[in-house]
T-cell receptor, first 112, second 113 residues
């Protein structure tokens, strides 16, 4: 099976702009989770989608949002970018959710 | 409040010897634990997991031990190889609870030839 794919791999934006990241899960996986990795905070949970519904959300401001489509593909959006949003954004998929999650390669976002 | 802690930021081990990475957790509701390996600019790669109903799980060179009373788990790599050099993250979840993994801060393992 193909692994989790994320696009784009690298992105440079300026403060105030918005960005959309895409994730395609492993075939058959219905749960997609998003995580943010920064040097200071480590890997932090953003949100999780299952069957097009957000089931859980981490402690991030409302500028961070996401959605899931009927084919389980997911997108996350960050509006009004801040310098502190520079991070590696990781998508993970699993059959149901909290069991083993498989990660994509990530999208490296740099906000200038 | 950091629920999953890896107190050693780094570890250096000689090739061929045993590497032992440690992880502590505070939430007694966690019932599923995982170890991931991560190279720079890549996503974490799943290594091995253990359910709270077990105290040991093996997969090749990797063994995870769980001590529930101490809220402690460890990953043993035997024998250590240069390709094992990476950052290792432990993670925990509640299978019937919030559908998310809680990660430790990671331990950088360096295998010296």
């Amino acid at each position: 099976k193909a692994g989790v794919t994320q696009t784009p791999r690298y992105l440079i934006k300026t403060r105030g702009q918005q960005v959309t990241l895409s994730c395609s899960p492993i075939s058959g996986h219905r749960s997609v989770s998003w995580y943010q990795q920064t040097p200071g905070q480590g890997l932090q949970f953003l949100f999780e989608y299952f069957s097009e519904t957000q089931r859980n959300k981490g402690n991030f401001p409302g500028r961070f949002s996401g959605r899931q489509f009927s084919n389980s593909r997911s997108e996350m959006n960050v509006s009004t970018l801040e310098l502190g949003d520079s991070a590696l954004y990781l998508c993970a998929s699993s059959p149901q959710g909290a069991e083993t999650q498989y990660f994509g390669p990530g999208t490296r976002l740099l906000v200038l | 409040d950091q629920q999953v802690k890896q107190n050693s930021p780094s570890l250096s081990v000689q090739e061929g010897r045993i590497s032992i990475l440690n992880c502590d957790y505070t939430n007694s509701m966690f019932d599923y634990f995982l170890w991931y390996k991560k190279y720079p600019a890549e996503g974490p790669t799943f290594l091995i997991s253990i359910s709270s109903i077990k105290d040991k799980n093996e997969d090749g060179r990797f063994t995870v031990f769980l001590n529930k009373s101490a809220k402690h788990l460890s990953l043993h790599i035997v024998p250590s190889q240069p390709g094992d050099s990476a950052v290792y993250f432990c993670a925990a979840s509640i299978i019937q609870g919030a559908q998310k993994l809680v990660f430790g801060q990671g331990t950088r393992l360096t295998i010296n030839p």
